[in-house]
């Protein structure tokens, strides 16, 4: 079965709407974009594209080279190992595909956001200040490289590369459009949907926000695992991360968590130290010189406040 991956439709629809965006926010004077900061996020997003190139052609030939061994053929039907037809193309199936993808990206971007040198990668896309079409465009490069882990099973178990493929780029598209703020409130469909303003929340650096609503198209897993948070419409919403790399350079930008992950390696005293430094979650220190967002949450739960001690220079924050 041919399907056209449907980003080639989907990039010059990007390109369209950050246009319109940004007449908009002239028009209305709403002062959305910061031209420097614009500069980067294209900078980054182009240096994605180049790189996904390479990255999406070698993750697709790694699930077909899955999808061949876990689903031979056998008397001339796709067979799985566990002795079940291999899964068709019927529409039942590609819903199933679609929200398996969904609870991929979840735990991808839940992980991105809790294990410091995934953090590392993902805090990029987070950097702005800013929060418009723009800032969608601002991709961690390194997140290329793990990302398509997290997809690995779907092929084994039956589903066609293409379908997998063509669920991720669904995905992409969604995502890529969230990041408005021109849209309102879409009543019931924030039921089950994850939205531009659940988006707001994600994209918060307000303590309250952080790591909530990690999901793709969908809020139903952040609600069965207790991540999601809706927007207070009557609260301000400040947007970026609480350590961000001031710098408009892509490769301060991309490499900066990096750097902090080794200067604390260099100080850690041993093993555990180290261990934590690089796949605990950020902001952990062992001597409380920083905090984790769980330990400020439940500071800010327990007194109502928190005082935001200013961490060491080696020590982020993910938001």
């Not at 061994?69 to 002795?83: K, L, Q």
């Not at 809790?114 to 418009?132: P, Q, Y």
């Not at 809706?230 to 400040?238: A, I, N, T």
Request: net charge neutral.
């Amino acid at each position: 079965m041919e399907i056209t991956n449907p980003l080639i439709y989907g990039v010059p629809c990007f390109i369209l709407l950050i246009i319109a965006e940004i007449f908009f926010s002239l028009k209305y004077d709403k002062e959305l974009y910061q031209w420097k900061d614009f500069a980067a996020s294209t900078s980054m997003g182009a240096g994605a594209v180049v790189l996904a190139i390479f990255t999406k052609a070698a993750s697709f030939t790694v699930f077909f080279i899955i999808y061949e061994i876990f689903n031979p053929e056998v008397d001339g039907v796709r067979t799985n190992i566990m002795g079940y037809a291999a899964f068709g193309w019927a529409w039942y199936i590609w819903i199933i595909c679609q929200v398996l993808d969904d609870f991929n990206y979840y735990w991808y971007h839940r992980l991105s956001h809790t294990v410091r040198v995934l953090w590392a990668a993902h805090v990029v896309h987070h950097s702005s200040d800013n929060f418009n079409l723009g800032s969608g465009l601002r991709n961690g490069w390194v997140t290329l490289f793990y990302k398509p882990i997290f997809w690995l099973y779907l092929p084994a178990i039956g589903f066609h590369p293409v379908m997998v493929t063509t669920c991720l780029a669904i995905q992409a598209l969604w995502q890529f459009q969230l990041h408005t703020k021109f849209i309102p409130r879409l009543g019931f469909i924030e039921k089950f949907m994850n939205t531009h303003k659940h988006h707001h929340v994600h994209h918060s650096s307000d303590l309250e926000y952080l790591d909530k609503n990690h999901g793709g198209y969908l809020n139903l897993f952040d609600k069965v695992f207790g991540t999601f948070k809706d927007l207070d419409d009557d609260k301000e919403v400040h947007f970026g991360v609480l350590h961000p790399p001031n710098s408009y350079n892509p490769l301060v930008i991309v490499s900066h968590e990096y750097k902090h992950i080794w200067l604390d390696l260099k100080k850690a005293r041993n093993f555990k130290e180290g261990f934590m430094y690089v796949f605990g979650p950020p902001g952990w220190s062992p001597d409380g010189s920083s905090q984790t967002v769980k330990q400020m949450q439940r500071e800010l739960a327990k007194n109502g406040t928190i005082k935001m001690a200013q961490p060491p220079k080696s020590a982020s924050v993910a938001s």
